[in-house]
């Protein structure tokens, strides 16, 4: 019988509840800021850590995780058994992190050649940020759960991967100019006529999909845009920070338009945080529309 673990990075910002239900391994990144190095999700939460941003001048780093954490996870869970394990990193094109899980799934069966056919490792690239592929990945382990084969489980991640589009609205640019980490919004000069950039992220891109005037104006739109790209009748999440009652305004808009509720919500950690800042609305769906 097969014994499957499913595993992220914390920049995927499933939520504790949602990792300890459904048996996800969430590996976190490091955080430095200033002379100090913190673990995210264990040295803060994401309330903790947006204090911490307001009161910091300066950019926080995000450390990749390593050939060598990963070659440690692989091992543990071959002597535990398992016969599957998938992981899924954050974008690519944004960290090296998911060509060091290749790196050691490579060095693993290097030093482990019986272990091939007996335990398979999965490298998915998220292609994304937050829920962007944090959703597969709850929706991967439900399906582990309900004795899905890997081959499945790993087929309907890609095809959601491969398919998302994140729209969202940043409600302050500073810090993305600061940390230049998105190129578009931070180049983008607008701000003080009052404009703000809707920002779409999919197939390992972030670029500027519209722009809008005031804050007012942010929900609507991005309610506009997944009405117009979403595949019908399939789910979505909402993708928050800071501020609860945008996260609840986004909820509403969506519930009303599309006449069901989220999925999910999910509030973004430091890895997020740390280039967007920490007040942001958005949302997470299947699109309709072939890659561009």
Known sequence: ???????????????????????????????????????????????????????????????????????????????????????????????????????????????????????????????????????????????AQKNASANEIVAFMKDWIDNCVIFFAMYSLRYARKSGRIPSAAAFVGEVMGLKPIMRIDDNQIVTEAKIRGDKAIVPKIVELVEGEMIPQTPYVIVYGSDDTVRDEMAQAMTKKMGYPPADLYQIGSEIATNAGPKVTGVIFKSSHPKR
Not at 60 to 72: G, H, L, R, V, W
Not at 82 to 96: C, L, Q, R
């Open 1 to 143: 019988m097969a014994k499957i673990k499913l595993i992220t990075d914390s920049a995927s910002d499933i939520s504790k509840e949602n990792a300890e239900k459904y048996d996800i391994l969430v590996i976190p990144f490091k955080v430095t800021i200033g002379e100090k190095s913190y673990v995210s999700r264990v040295d803060f939460d994401n309330e903790g850590f947006y204090k911490m941003l307001d009161e910091y001048d300066g950019i926080p780093m995000t450390s990749q995780i390593t050939a060598f954490e990963f070659t440690e996870v692989f091992e543990k869970l071959y002597e535990e058994g398992y016969t599957d394990a998938i992981y899924t990193s954050i974008n690519a094109k944004g960290s090296s992190t998911y060509s060091n899980s290749l790196m050691a799934s490579e060095s693993f069966y290097e030093k482990h050649p019986e272990a091939k056919g007996k335990f398979t490792i999965h490298c998915i690239d998220g292609r994304s940020y937050t829920g962007g592929y944090g959703y597969a990945v709850v929706e991967g382990a439900k399906k």
